[in-house]
């Protein structure tokens, strides 16, 4: 099993920046593809991006493609998700989800979730 812990959500302005983490005990870490996901009120979980076991391979929703980037250090069991140029329409909950699989988009294709942490951008 794999127990996730997101931080680094916040209170910023448009055009800010931010790095949200996620932390990550057990032993499936390092074979696990992470994904990163948001939630707006009233809105379905969103796929924010995925990044593969090595780190080797990332992949984007296009509403955060060229503005976001994925990482991870196995050797510290965390993943990262860096935003830049944040709009308002970046409001949301983030969370990681561990998954089998790298490059999978719906969140039924992950079997392990964070309890999320929230992005708010004000204009």
């Known amino acids: 099993q794999v127990q996730l812990v997101e931080s680094g959500g916040g209170l910023v302005q448009a055009g800010d920046s931010l790095r949200l983490s996620c932390a990550a005990s057990g032993r499936t870490f390092s074979n696990s593809a992470m994904g990163w996901f948001r939630q707006a009120p009233g809105k379905e979980r969103e796929f924010v991006g995925v990044i593969s076991r090595t780190g080797n391979l990332r992949d984007y929703s296009d509403s955060v493609k060229g503005r976001s980037t994925i990482s991870r250090d196995n050797a510290k069991n965390t993943v990262y998700l860096q935003m830049n140029s944040l709009k308002p329409e970046d409001t949301a909950v983030y969370y990681c989800?561990?998954?089998?699989?790298?490059?999978?988009?719906?969140?039924?294709?992950?079997?392990?979730w964070g309890q999320g942490t929230q992005v708010t951008v004000s204009s």
């Open positions: 989800a561990a998954g089998q699989l790298y490059g999978r988009r719906s969140p039924a294709s992950y079997a392990y």
